[in-house]
């Protein structure tokens, strides 16, 4: 039986399938093998020539499961307070500054930013959640699940 290869899936992480509409399976290499885990009946299987669609696998984009984070009630009200003050958006550049911007900022060699117009602001709060190799911004509102 033929196995497929998929690149820059790390072993043990979480993924979802980007272009799947029907939402139904989580993925994790384990021992070097693609598995699929069906969110509904909790069945796992491993994915190979046979048992699968193979052109839908190939035009798979996967994407890494975020656990859920937990924040404490301070890093709640101060992400809340910024969005009324009109930032939505929130990042860590590289030197590990944590700030907000009004608009979505862009990302270049060291850090977060915006075109002309826009403002941020430094936050004296720490995010763990937060990292540099994060490759978009966080849109805060849809991180606090209020959109």
């Known amino acids: ?71 404490t009630e301070t890093q709640r009200d101060i992400l809340k307070g910024k969005i009324a003050e009109g930032y939505n958006w929130i990042a860590r550049d590289k030197d590990d500054d944590i700030n907000f911007y009004t608009e979505n900022p862009s990302k270049d060699d060291a850090e977060w930013w915006m075109e002309l117009g826009g403002e941020y602001a430094k936050s004296r709060m720490e995010f763990d959640f937060l990292s540099w190799e994060d490759e978009e911004p966080t849109n805060i509102k849809e991180f606090l699940g209020e959109e």
């Open 1 to 71: 039986m033929a196995r497929l290869k998929f690149t820059g899936l790390e072993e043990g992480k979480k993924y979802e399938d980007k272009n799947n509409k029907y939402d139904t399976y989580l993925y994790q290499i384990k021992n070097g093998e693609l598995i699929a885990m069906s969110k509904w009946s909790g069945l796992v299987e491993k994915v190979h020539f046979g048992n699968w669609d193979i052109d839908s696998m190939l035009e798979a984009e996967f994407v890494e499961v975020k656990s859920k984070i937990k924040l």
